[in-house]
Nanobody, 113 residues
Framework: VQLQASGGGLVLAGGSLRLSCTSS????????VRWYRQAPGKQRDLVAQ???????TYADSVRGRFDISRDAAKKTVYLQMNSLKPDDTGVYYC????????WGQGTQVTVSS
């Protein structure tokens, strides 16, 4: 299993980005998928999750601003991030419950004030 996160970049506070998580196989279609964020010098924190049934949960810090979704036909899980804040800065990783040791390279998100 390989995971690839993409879509990061530099954005002004208040802006939006959409991250994508893709896989070499179909694991994203039948596993719970999580997005994590690791800010500089800090631990990796869970930001959002979508279960294999489509149930979504969010960290308090992003609820109402971020939206996680799945496109099974494209074998992709997205993280739509709106109203971005400087505190959202970090490297974002996707991860699956069925292959928890697989992380991929992550994608850098930088929000400037």
């Amino acid at each position: 299993v390989q995971l690839q996160a993409s879509g990061g970049g530099l954005v002004l506070a208040g802006g939006s980005l959409r991250l994508s998580c893709t896989s070499s196989g179909r694991i994203l279609n039948y596993s719970a998928v999580r997005w994590y964020r690791q800010a500089p010098g800090k631990q990796r924190d869970l930001v959002a999750q979508i279960t294999e049934f489509g149930i979504t949960t969010y960290a308090d810090s992003v609820r109402g601003r971020f939206d996680i979704s799945r496109d099974a036909a494209k074998k992709t899980v997205y993280l739509q991030m709106n109203s971005l804040k400087p505190d959202d800065t970090g490297v974002y990783y996707c991860n699956t419950l069925l292959a928890p040791d697989v992380w991929g390279q992550g994608t850098q998100v930088t929000v400037s004030s």
